[in-house]
């Protein structure tokens, strides 16, 4: 019988990466306006190969592009890539179709919620203010609490530990199936891939369950738990 749901995050209930490339070009815009010579594609391209190597949450990224663009980091250029980029997010980072419609019937039919997201706490927390979601789940965990990313056990366990229930009434949600499927996988979690929010072109996902949109989660945890006579 599921008794719980826990969610990946990013790309799971908010289009992370939509609102990553959006942010991106409005910082790029802010920059080019205060004088940056170079062409948007080139810079966006730039930027992300920076992520690549530092990591999608990086927080100063902007300044090691600058750096290695014109030798130093201009205040004035870094200021208009910091707002732009902000400006931009703040319009982007939403929910997808039907997530809060769907977290608000899981709670009202009695499941435990949760998150396991791969993103530093602040960050992760910050998006969950922004979206409204920071009292819609009973544990958070990150990884900060860890200093590990799925498919690592030690968030599972964390995550197990907190619910107090054997793993296989804890159904997995997230859209990376070698971190999210895997991680959960090994730990006897029952995983359903969020098809709506691969990046990457995923084939085989190897979850138990696909999914197009959010709200299938219900559809299926009510399979799950007649067939068990819950």
Known sequence: MIRAVLFDLDNT?????KMKEASILGAIDGMIDMGLQLDVRVARDRIFAIYDRVGIEYQNVFDIFLKEELGEV????LAA???GYRRVRDTYLVLYPHVRYTLTELLRRGLRLA????????QAWLRLHYLALHHIFEFVVTFDDTGERKPSPAGFHKVLDFLGMPPGEILMVGDWPERDMVGAARLGLPTVFARYGDTKGVTESGADYEIDDVKELLGIIERLNAREGG
Do not use: K, W
């Open 13 to 17: 209930l908010t289009d992370f990466m």
């Open 74 to 77: 201009s205040p004035g250029i």
């Open 81 to 83: 890539a910091i707002v």
């Open 115 to 122: 998150v396991l997201s791969d993103a530093p706490a602040l």
